[in-house]
């Protein structure tokens, strides 16, 4: 009985670890100045569609910087896929940096090699924005 009773309470924990996992992972935008707005123009290295939050890589004036974007479903609202960015690529983006000035931080807008301005505001609705004539 007793065995009976430390696996099912160990069943119970290693269950409780596998449904809390998923809900610490994701964070606030605490670690990002959103009172900072930086514009940089680089080289896209790589661009990672993945959930909970797509990730961009790129490089600007040599150094190589990592930038948190929506989730795809978020981006695909404002017209992004996971192949509107290819290593090479020249993009500008506004970004929030990272409070601990490591060269990275929470992305705006990015401006596409083909001059299509993306928009991502926090707590709103990505947007495209009209492009002009």
Same mark, same amino acid.
Not at 53 to 77: I, K, N, Y
Not at 82 to 105: E, Q
């Given at each position: !009985?007793?065995?009976?009773? /430390?696996?099912?309470?160990?069943?119970?924990?290693?269950? %409780?670890? /596998?449904?809390? $996992?998923?809900?610490? +992972?994701? *964070?606030?935008?605490?670690?990002?100045?959103?009172?900072?707005? !930086?514009?940089?123009? $680089?080289?896209?290295?790589?661009?990672?569609? &993945?959930?909970? *939050?797509?990730?961009?890589?790129?490089?600007?004036? =040599?150094? *190589?910087?990592?930038?948190?974007? +929506?989730?795809?479903?978020?981006?695909? #609202? +404002? $017209? !992004? &896929? #996971?192949?509107?960015?290819?290593? $090479?690529?020249?993009? &500008?983006?506004?970004? *929030?940096? #990272?409070?601990?000035?490591?060269? =990275? =931080?929470?992305?705006?807008?990015?401006?596409?090699?083909?001059?299509?301005?993306?928009?991502?505001? +926090? %707590?709103?609705?990505?947007?495209?924005?009209?492009?002009?004539?």
């Amino acid at each position: !009985m007793f065995k009976k009773l /430390i696996a099912a309470a160990a069943a119970l924990a290693l269950g %409780g670890a /596998i449904v809390a $996992g998923p809900a610490s +992972a994701h *964070h606030s935008y605490a670690m990002f100045d959103s009172a900072t707005t !930086m514009t940089l123009a $680089g080289t896209v290295v790589s661009w990672d569609w &993945t959930n909970p *939050h797509s990730f961009l890589q790129f490089m600007a004036d =040599g150094q *190589h910087w990592d930038l948190e974007a +929506a989730s795809p479903s978020m981006l695909s #609202r +404002a $017209g !992004m &896929t #996971r192949n509107s960015l290819k290593p $090479g690529d020249k993009v &500008t983006v506004k970004l *929030h940096p #990272r409070r601990d000035k490591a060269l =990275g =931080g929470s992305l705006q807008s990015v401006v596409l090699a083909d001059g299509k301005t993306l928009v991502f505001e +926090a %707590g709103r609705q990505p947007q495209p924005q009209p492009q002009p004539q």
